[in-house]
């Protein structure tokens, strides 16, 4: 998959998933902007890409407000004359159950990962208007926003809000021929590092040398961070010209589209429904399930 010619900018890839992004991209030809908060992170991004053969520099800052998205976007535009594709990667935790989370918790992680992506592509969106030739926006989300995590109040909404934004935006963006769609993504990192489902069996992995499971990859599609960059270089060619408001999942040995919500069952009253004749006609509807389910290994 070629995107040579096209200019990058990769939010929170000084490491993990977005490193693995920015590296992918810059390995099919376009050029990339690497935005970390840690600037010593993403200047080593952006020097292993160059040391690869590939373009790349750093840009580094906190992502959340206007000021930062606008840099980003004026760095990519002064160093490679252009901006093409937007992946928004950038992301913190703080994790607490509803009764523990601070109101600086959930401002943080909303800050980061929701005004943060509408930030950096509102700034990425006024640009490729005026270059007139297209785009991309490539927004990243988790399952947790499309089923809901224990401890993760702050950080489902956020997610949840990147899926739905991704929707209002392939609208308002089609007629300048910029498509976007969300990313929801599956590996081991840092971040999940820590899930005590998971953690097991990503430690005897480690301490073995050996892959994952194959169950693991295919059944709860975990895998590495250069499993999931495939979709992300997809995403950003023109070959995916077509594709838009989707959120697609993607990890290990599995590629996965999400449905849109949408009514699951429907039942009608006459006059209306008071609050009796709900209560007898709810067993007639299948609840959906929520949270993100725990791995299960096949039966030995």
Request: hydrophobic share 45%.
């Amino acid at each position: 998959m070629d995107v040579s010619g096209k200019v990058c900018v990769v939010t929170g890839a000084g490491r993990g998933l977005g490193r693995a992004y920015a590296e992918a991209l810059a390995a099919a030809g376009a050029a990339v902007v690497v935005n970390d908060v840690d600037a010593e992170a993403a200047g080593g991004a952006a020097g292993a890409i160059r040391a690869a053969g590939g373009r790349a520099v750093a840009a580094p800052g906190a992502i959340g407000g206007a000021e930062v998205a606008e840099r980003l976007v004026d760095t990519a535009v002064a160093e490679f004359g252009r901006l093409d594709v937007l992946v928004t990667n950038a992301g913190v935790l703080r994790d607490r159950v509803l009764w523990k989370m601070s109101d600086e918790d959930f401002d943080t992680v909303i800050e980061v990962h929701l005004r943060g992506t509408f930030a950096c592509a509102r700034a990425a969106a006024v640009r490729m208007r005026e270059q007139g030739e297209g785009g991309r926006l490539i927004l990243i989300s988790s399952p947790a926003g499309q089923r809901g995590n224990f401890g993760q109040t702050n950080y489902a909404a956020a997610k949840a809000g990147v899926v739905a934004m991704a929707r209002t935006w392939a609208m308002e963006l089609a007629r300048a021929g910029v498509t976007v769609n969300a990313v929801v993504p599956v590996a081991v990192t840092e971040m999940t590092r820590t899930i005590p489902a998971f953690a097991p069996y990503f430690q005897e992995a480690e301490r073995t040398g050996e892959p994952l499971p194959g169950w693991l990859r295919r059944d709860e599609g975990m895998g590495t961070v250069e499993d999931v960059a495939g979709l992300i270089v997809y995403l950003a060619s023109d070959a995916s010209a077509g594709v838009t408001g989707q959120a697609i999942g993607v990890g290990g040995d599995r590629l996965a589209l999400w449905s849109h919500p949408a009514e699951k069952s429907v039942a009608y009253a006459e006059g209306g429904w008071s609050a009796e004749a709900i209560a007898r006609s709810w067993s007639t509807f299948e609840p959906e399930t929520y949270g993100i389910p725990a791995p299960k290994a096949p039966a030995s």
